[in-house]
């Protein structure tokens, strides 16, 4: 078979995705086979209005590694696809589209028609990213691909609603919270971002009440916010404040008396070490204001201006007041100094606008019944995180949670299924209600529905069975439910991880309590970093486009790429050129099937690779030996969610084992003037290595391998059962490790190693033939390395070769030694031993000269307290490698000297 002499993805990967739907690959069987075991993953469902990053494309691809992985072990395999409606951002963009296109607001449209303009945008734009996911190759079974609010979902979130409203565990209530004064909504904590800037912190003199003359000196970067003060703390233990505990201070433009409370919290060395209280602005303000039991005052409202209670600074932006209450203070002798300082800026991801932490009534989950299972789960062994150091996480978290605010002042959500009567009395309702209709509760008329939605993660947190029908007890949700694989992000490990546990334990009541995990395992995947270690990002510009790499590279490329970059509990640092590693292995792999191909014929498939009988030589037992340990190696692996482990384990395999070496040893076996019995073992072995290597690699490679699948199939004549993606994993069968032979062939390639290694010190062309002398004072060595010798010659471009017990040093030979083997390799006649000689101890300085260089920077405390683990790793293989050049330099300096 003729094949093009380099593999493009673009003749090949849309058209393969094609074929493994049409085939329905990827859609579980009508009814799993009887004792089939499930294995259930449910995509993280992307923002709807989102496109595929770098971390989508690491995380899609871990998950699809999985899925292939047990789909091929035979489980019964299902990845469950979807998209979030994800409410602020989906309806910032709906915003942002009709004011620019028609100059018009939601309030313009009112509430029907502008959700009519959102769902619009959704059908239009809302499966983008779903279709860039299956350009990575994701396996999904599209068929069952879920939206947060379609009709069956949105039915599972009023359900579930309104269970934890009539035991009681929905309140309404007014607590602090996160807001966007510019959309005028709470937020979620996954909704901030935080930015590094400048600012400035202002130093301001509060009048101690009754002492003329003395003031309390506070400092802050809020000073508009001091018009809200119901408090001034400062640490008992500070000497410098504890006799004014007790005592009031006079807040400024108000002279409103509040007192000076002691709070262990406050720390002494920050500003002055008094700090300013405003419960109703400030998050940790508020926690010490309720131990201190301060009333709160709002003096900012939900649309970003000062309130009354700010009393002549009322009606200004926060911004204005900020600067008005600065020159006032100024005015008034009360503005002690002012510092430039940088700080951290909490940040709405949608407006971009400053957070405001304020008091407002909002809809909120009592979450201490809910969090007690998603405890235990972890301690009976239900749930494990991985990396293990995640546990710590996920338990502070649940053994702290605060109560959930749940509710957004959205047009585009899941509405609170809350309706009143003209008293303010609420009624929960499974259906809709309509205004005017009797109250069921009073009698009274309805009068209007709470116009509130849910939080995004209200209904996110269903996802693990609100997708499979629940609350109806369907077949799906018998099947496929507890799932057992989740990979996801750090950052959502509280706010989705968590929640969905907790979610599992309360609503799935049709199973038993301690079957009621949401996934067995969580795996929490490293962060994409660019090349300089920083978070990628739209703002810093620094992203990479995954789907330009999958044009550029491939698929297959990007996949690899990423999971030989992605170690356990490490980020990734990616720069581009990092996908060219796996556009070249991709060529490899085509390369060596194409040798293969071309090599092969019909007759060599009457085996269907089966090994039994093939009079296998040395290199054949070695490579199958080798085969099954990267097997079993691999299946470890991927069992054990090693991905790094299992992509760098086959790579190795192919790349060195199969390509470098076998290909390398076996060339002769398939000329046509090689004994029949020798061919036959060779081809047989090649297509056996072959077809097992293409389904090690499939998780990781799926489109190259299933192509290069196809056409071993076609050369040797043989029917494909299936495609690779519905094929058996190997088994192993008619494999087995071969000490011996692995043994010998290390032995033949630790020699041909150290007879490169010298031709490239000594310069000699590669293609030269030069006679060489082993040493080798073990008998069993020897007679190895004899019996290897035919191959030593062709593989070191050899004229001749010795092998004995004990041999003085030739003359004008370079040396190296392989273990307990010398090898000597005689220069060829005329070489200028001078001239390179002073070559060698050129390269001898300079290796020294590094050497010192990085053991230097190892001994510095201050680079092994600062620097990456990654980066002194790399550092101290560096030195390792200096040494190893050295000791051969110096070796081969002094013997020329002699």
Request: hydrophobic share 40%; net charge negative.
């Amino acid at each position: 078979m003729e094949l093009d002499s380099r593999y493009d993805p673009k003749l090949f990967e849309a058209a393969t995705y094609q074929a493994w739907l049409d085939a329905g690959c990827f859609t579980p069987a009508k009814e799993p086979r009887p004792g089939q075991k499930p294995f259930v993953i449910m995509i993280p469902p992307p923002n709807v209005t989102g496109v595929l990053h770098m971390g989508h494309a690491l995380n899609g691809t871990l998950q699809d590694i999985v899925i292939r992985f047990r789909r091929m072990q035979g489980y019964d395999a299902l990845w469950l696809p979807g998209t979030d409606h994800a409410g602020i951002a989906t309806q910032a963009v709906v915003e942002k589209k009709l004011f620019a296109e028609r100059g018009l607001t939601r309030n313009d449209l009112g509430r029907d028609a502008f959700l009519k303009e959102v769902w619009d945008w959704k059908e239009k734009h809302g499966n983008l990213i779903l279709e860039q996911y299956r350009r990575l190759g994701a396996s999904c079974d599209w068929s069952r691909t879920k939206f947060t609010m379609d009709e069956d979902l949105s039915r599972a979130v009023r359900e579930a609603f309104l269970r934890l409203w009539e035991k009681g565990l929905v309140y309404r209530g007014a607590r602090l919270v996160h807001w966007d004064c510019v959309l005028e909504t709470a937020i979620s904590d996954d909704e901030i971002e935080y930015e590094e800037r400048k600012g400035k912190l202002w130093y301001l003199r509060y009048p101690l009440e009754g002492r003329p003359g003395e003031f309390l000196t506070v400092a802050t970067t809020r000073p508009e916010t001091m018009l809200g003060d119901t408090g001034v703390a400062v640490h008992p233990e500070d000497e410098r404040y504890r006799h004014l505990v007790g005592s009031r201070v006079l807040l400024p433009f108000l002279d409103r008396p509040i007192p000076i409370v002691a709070d262990t919290t406050v720390d002494p060395s920050y500003g002055t070490g008094a700090v300013k209280l405003t419960p109703g602005h400030d998050p940790a303000d508020y926690e010490r204001g309720k131990r201190h039991n301060l009333p709160i005052l709002i003096v900012i409202e939900k649309d970003g201006r000062m309130a009354p209670n700010a009393g002549p600074f009322a009606g200004l932006s926060r911004e204005k007041a900020r600067d008005a209450v600065v020159k006032g203070m100024d005015e008034l002798g009360l503005l002690d100094k002012v510092e430039d300082i940088k700080h951290s800026v909490a940040l709405s991801d949608r407006s971009k606008s400053v957070i405001e932490p304020l008091v407002s009534e909002q809809w909120f989950v009592a979450m201490k019944e809910l969090a007690g299972p998603a405890i235990r789960a972890v301690d009976n062994g239900s749930l494990s995180l991985r990396p293990e150091r995640w546990t710590k996480v996920y338990l502070d978290w649940l053994h702290n949670v605060q109560d959930w605010c749940i509710s957004r002042q959205l047009w585009w959500g899941h509405r609170i299924p809350i309706w009143y009567d003209e008293d303010g009395v609420p009624a929960g309702s499974r259906q809709d209600l309509e205004i005017g209709a009797p109250h069921p509760v009073t009698g009274k008329p309805i009068v209007r529905q709470d116009p509130d939605v849910l939080d995004t993660w209200a209904s996110s947190w269903l996802w693990p069975f609100a997708t499979l029908g629940w609350p109806d007890d369907t077949a799906d949700l018998k099947r496929f439910y507890p799932t057992q694989f989740l990979s996801t992000a750090r950052e959502i490990i509280y706010l989705w991880v968590a929640r969905m546990i907790m979610a599992g334990y309360e609503f799935v009541d049709t199973i038993p309590l301690e079957e009621r995990c949401a996934f067995s395992v969580c795996y929490v995947h490293a962060t994409v970093l660019d090349g300089k270690g920083k978070r990628m990002s739209k703002s810093a510009g620094n992203g990479i486009d995954p789907i330009d790499m999958i044009e550029q590279y491939g698929a297959d490329a990007v996949r690899h790429s990423l999971m030989m970059l992605t170690r356990e509990g490490q980020d990734v640092r990616l720069s581009e050129n990092r996908f060219e590693e796996g556009r070249r292995f991709t060529n490899k792999i085509w390369n060596a099937a194409r040798f293969v191909l071309q090599r092969m014929g019909p007759a060599d498939g009457q085996r269907k690779f089966a090994l039994d009988g093939l009079e296998l030589e040395l290199e054949d037992r070695w490579i199958l030996s080798r085969l099954e340990t990267v097997r079993v190696e691999a299946t470890e692996a991927l069992e054990a969610y090693r991905f790094n482990d299992a992509a760098t384990g086959l790579y190795r395999f192919v790349w060195n084992d199969f390509c470098d070496w076998y290909l390398e040893l076996v060339k002769g076996r398939l000329d046509e003037s090689a004994p029949a019995a020798s061919s036959a073992a060779a081809r047989g072995t090649l297509a056996r290595v072959l077809r097992d290597s293409l389904a090690l690699l499939h998780p990781v490679i799926p489109f190259l391998s299933e192509v290069l699948f196809d056409k071993l199939h076609g050369v040797l004549g043989l029917r494909r059962e299936a495609f690779l993606a519905a094929s058996p994993w190997p088994t192993g069968e008619g494999l087995k490790r071969d000490a011996a032979a692995e043994l010998e062939i290390g032995l033949l390639q630790d020699v041909v190693r150290a007879l490169r290694n010298l031709r490239a010190l000594t310069q000699v062309s590669d293609r030269a033939p030069l006679d060489a002398l082993l040493v080798a004072p073990g008998e069993a060595e020897r007679r190895v390395l004899r019996e290897l010798s035919p191959r030593l010659v062709e593989l070191g471009r050899l004229a001749s070769l010795r092998v004995e017990a004990s041999a003085a040093r030739p003359p004008h030979s370079a040396a190296e030694v392989s273990g307990s083997v010398e090898v000597f390799l005689v220069l060829e006649a005329g070489t200028d031993t001078a001239k390179l000689l002073e070559t060698l101890d050129r390269r001898a300085q300079k290796a020294r000269a590094a050497l010192a260089a990085i053991e230097g920077k190892l001994k510095n405390p201050g680079f092994r307290s600062n620097a990456d683990p990654e980066l002194i790793a790399a550092e101290e293989a560096r030195a390792e490698e200096h040494r190893v050049e050295l000791a051969l330099l110096e070796r081969n300096l002094a013997g020329l000297h002699g």
